[in-house]
């Protein structure tokens, strides 16, 4: 007999959300889908730092769910049945599932996924959110070329490590910043950057200054205050930064992270916010673009996976905590029944 389970909020976190806020009970097995909606099978859970913000009512006013409610997300799925004209039982999506193993859902926001020569987990993150996000930032706001120096920091996230090598493919320098030896040797040796810098050795600023001499003209902050203070003195005139991420921000509740307004005036700097749901009707175009680089190896991605629904509670804080290599996914089932 087929049994369900999901992952419910067992308390509000306070701070970061730690794996103990989880708990993962038994739960209804949906019977059929809801009208014009599917049902499905999740193959594979993503992992993302908006989580930890939204269990706590901070990301783009969506309500935090109570204890009690499961949790959301997005996930890879097989359809089991489908009462929508749009999609086909045993068709795979990209959708927000919540964290279950067997979920009954609305049709709507889902995508179609083909199986291929790359994981379909992938479109969880290059091909997916992240994939677009770090598109965006680089071709379509930073707009970089083959005369720019670009850096990057949380490099070997899924964000960071697609925005430099799609910085490389276009003709830039790419020099990434990340924390520990693991991630830098994926960045330089894996993902192919020009450099990555250590931040939590000593002198890497000085490293980082030396790396990208004459100065970046562009920076990709994914982070927050404290790499942006860093870097953006080293930043050529007219440089380019791209905000991104503020993962160091997300769960404190101190000050907001400040802006050098004065030097940006200095520098004419050119500052771009960047909310990926801009984007999101252009993904078939970042997914064409990518594709061909993925087979080539131009473009190389890294997955972070932990096994079965119940290991996510802990995937997640580890997640969170940045102790992941990759992009960090959970793997629910496999894709053939
Ligand atoms: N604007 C948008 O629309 C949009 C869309 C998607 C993602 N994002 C943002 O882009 C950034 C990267 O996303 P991702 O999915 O690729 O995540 P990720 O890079 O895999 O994970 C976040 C990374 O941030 C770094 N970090 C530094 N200080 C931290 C701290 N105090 N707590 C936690 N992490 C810390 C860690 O890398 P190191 O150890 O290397 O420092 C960690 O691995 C995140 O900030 C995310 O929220 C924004």
Known sequence: MITNRHVVLKKPPSGMPRAADFEVLPCPMPAAPPPD???????????DPYLGGRLRGRHMGEPAPAPGEQLPGFAVAEILESDSEKFKTGEFIVTETGWTRYAAIPATGARTVAQGSIPISAH?????MPGLTAWAGVTQLAKVGPDDIFVVD???????????????????????IAG?????????TSYGFDACI?????????????????????????????????????LQTYGRVVLCGLAEHYHSDGNP????????????????GLVVYD????LHEWVTLATPWIESKKLVFH????????????????????QHLGKAIVRVASEKP
């Open 37 to 47: 909606g599917l049902l499905v099978r999740v193959i594979a859970l993503s992992m």
């Open 124 to 128: 969880l993150g290059v091909l997916g």
């Open 154 to 176: 949380a490099a070997a996230g899924a964000v960071g490590g697609t925005a430099g090598q799609i910085a490389k493919n276009l003709g830039a320098r790419a020099i990434g």
């Open 180 to 188: 520990g030896g693991a991630k830098n040797t994926l960045v330089t």
């Open 198 to 234: 250590d931040y939590r050795a000593d002198g890497w600023q000085q490293k980082l200054k030396t790396a990208t001499a004459p100065g970046p003209t562009v920076h990709f902050e994914n982070v927050g205050e404290t790499v942006l203070q860093t870097v953006f003195p080293m």
């Open 257 to 272: 992270p400040l802006l050098p307004v004065g030097p940006i005036v200095g520098k004419r700097a050119a500052i771009y």
């Open 279 to 282: 984007f999101y009707d252009r």
């Open 303 to 322: 997955e972070d996976a932990s096994d079965g629904l119940d290991s996510a509670p802990a995937q997640f804080e580890r997640m969170l905590r940045g």
